[in-house]
């Protein structure tokens, strides 16, 4: 027997064992709400991989997102880039899409993104708040 703990395998095949996790559908919807609720009217969700718990947490934030009537904006982390490029490439993702508000997908892309914005002169949260 298997039993994963937080999320499944990669990909977008059935869970065939069992798993015990955060309800990351809900995390999502509650940091999305989060965020408008502090005026953030452009929030963007940084997507890093295909596993079951970064899904779930991105439909959190469609969810909450079209409940506000704010248009989605999904921001790709590049999976084929070293990290430090990675969330380089993010950081520009979110100047170029204007958003206001960064969920992302889990905390070191959360710090990483962080450090990468103030290195661009954009003060956080000030211009961009970001959540993990």
């Known amino acids: ?5 937080e999320r499944n395998l990669r990909g977008a095949r059935p869970l065939a064992a069992d798993l015990v ?3 990351d559908l809900e ?3 509650v940091v999305t709400r989060h965020v ?3 005026g953030r009217r452009r929030p963007a969700f940084v997507l890093g991989s295909p596993t079951s718990s970064h899904q779930a ?12 009537g704010v248009p989605p904006c999904v921001v790709e982390q590049p999976a084929e880039l070293a990290p430090k490029e990675a969330y380089g490439a993010v950081a520009d993702q979110l100047l170029a899409a204007r ?6 997908y889990q905390d070191y892309t959360a710090v990483g993104v962080i ?6 002169g954009t ?3 000030a211009d961009v708040a970001v959540t993990g």
Do not use: N, S
């Not at 027997?1 to 703990?5: A, F, K, R």
């Not at 947490?57 to 506000?68: D, F, N, Q, T």
């Open 1 to 5: 027997p298997v039993g994963l703990i």
């Open 21 to 23: 996790a955060y309800d």
């Open 27 to 29: 995390a999502g919807r």
């Open 36 to 38: 408008l609720d502090t």
């Open 57 to 68: 947490r991105l439909a959190g934030y469609l969810l909450e997102a079209h409940a506000a």
């Open 99 to 104: 958003a206001d508000a960064a969920v992302c």
């Open 115 to 120: 450090l990468e914005l103030l290195t661009r």
């Open 123 to 125: 003060r956080v949260p």
